[in-house]
């Protein structure tokens, strides 16, 4: 386990949350106090271990341990609301719509399976007044990697990255149709065929929150895997602050990086910074190996491709509330870059509409986005790409969305 220092301020983390379950609610949020550093006062561990051998990957949500639920534990549970930031939270942060995602298919890819997929998200929807989304409704799919009904054996670690992804998809598209798309292990080569699968079940968009080291054989991955013109694949950028994972390198993706969020008095009613714990913890950024840079992305300290290209929530102490029973007892707090990969896959699913590769859209329209101006993960040369900065920097990209222009083709 990763556990941070816990300050007598983080004690009072816990406090009681009563108010309406519905999405009216907008102080959902019982993760960290006003006065806790970003990144700080709350214990987390990986859901998945890290994996280094090449052509394997492992999820990247971070499972917080340290926060004291005040629902009931399982199921829904009226009039009052889970630790962690919700739905309302979440579009009021990012300036979205509360019934986006119709006539969008969202496709998640994960490794292995969790028999409780359906159940557990059926219970995030109604606990926050969300619309069904069931198999018999014909909204929520849930396979194999070659499409069909026979499913990977089951895994606690994947499954709440599973519970994670889906429940942020719901939360942000809640009228998008849902696929479920399980690869039998967590190797490049079956997340990969995961992906074509997920395309080809009719996917418009598909977020894979995983990551593993580079190689030389990313660039035949992503013309195997990767390459789909029109569809917005998001991929999380890590959490292991500078450095560079793949399939986030590839240009083929967006790139999806990490913030600490936080309710504030501005305009907006929200501030953010880049997510950091420590110099080896945080959102990944850097410059890939491997990877050409592609046409649309104009900064200069990276001959090859630069990571990430916009962000989305990701501090484990600024988390998302999760429904989770197959290896958790049912409500939780996430965070990590897998929060974010599929929130910005949700945004994607409200626009509708993307480029042959969307990952262009955020750069013919950087301003927007909120730009993240604030935090780092270490110290780096050029310093843009472990530091925020007004315009572009790696571990926040162009920044999170302010709406839907900057995810619209």
């Known amino acids: 386990m990763r556990t941070t220092s816990i300050p007598a301020s983080a004690r009072r983390v816990a406090l009681p949350l009563l108010g309406s379950a519905a999405l009216a609610a907008s102080a959902l949020f019982a993760a960290a106090p006003a006065d806790a550093a970003p990144g700080h006062g709350v214990a987390w561990n990986r859901s998945c271990a890290v994996v280094t051998t090449v052509g394997q990957a492992y999820c990247n949500a971070l499972h917080v341990t340290s926060i004291a639920e005040h629902v009931h534990a399982m199921g829904v549970t009226p009039n009052a609301v889970p630790s962690g930031f919700g739905p309302s939270d979440l579009l009021s942060a990012y300036n979205l719509p509360a019934n986006g995602g119709a006539g969008q298919t969202v496709a998640i890819v994960d490794a292995y399976n969790d028999p409780n997929a359906a159940a557990d998200m059926a219970t995030y929807r109604s606990q926050f007044g969300l619309p069904a989304c069931t198999v018999a409704s014909g909204c929520f799919k849930q396979v194999g990697q070659t499409g069909t009904s026979k499913l990977p054996r089951n895994n606690s670690s994947w499954s709440g990255e599973i519970s994670l992804d889906l429940d942020m998809v719901s939360a942000i598209a809640p009228n998008a149709k849902i696929i479920l798309v399980e690869a039998s292990s967590a190797s490049m080569t079956n997340l990969g065929a995961s ?45 292991s602050g500078y450095g560079v994972e793949y399939p986030a390198a590839s240009p083929y993706v967006t790139a999806v990086g990490g913030t600490a969020l936080k309710k504030d008095t501005s305009a907006r009613g929200w501030s953010e910074s880049v997510w950091n714990t420590s110099k080896t913890e945080g959102a990944s950024s850097g ?27 990701a501090d484990p102490a600024t988390g998302v509330a999760v429904y989770q029973t197959y290896g958790a007892s049912g409500w939780t707090v996430y965070g990590g870059t897998s929060v974010a990969s599929p929130l910005i896959a949700g945004v994607y699913a409200d626009a509708g509409a993307h480029a042959a590769v969307p990952a262009a859209d955020a750069y013919a329209h950087t301003t927007a986005l909120n730009d993240v101006t604030v ?7 050029p310093a843009y790409l472990c530091t925020a900065e007004v315009g572009y920097d790696g571990p926040t990209g162009l920044g999170t969305p302010n709406g839907l222009t900057a995810f619209t083709g």
């Open 375 to 381: 935090g780092s993960t270490t110290t780096c040369t």
């Open 287 to 313: 410059c890939s190996a491997y990877e050409p840079k592609p046409s649309w992305q104009k900064d200069t300290g990276c001959t090859h491709r630069t990571v990430g290209d916009v962000s989305a929530v």
């Open 195 to 239: 992906v074509n699968t997920a395309a080809s079940l009719g996917a418009t968009e598909i977020t894979n929150s995983y990551g593993g080291s580079e190689s030389s054989a990313d660039t035949g991955y992503d013309t195997s895997y990767f390459n789909h013109p029109g569809i917005a694949i998001t991929v999380s950028t890590g959490d």
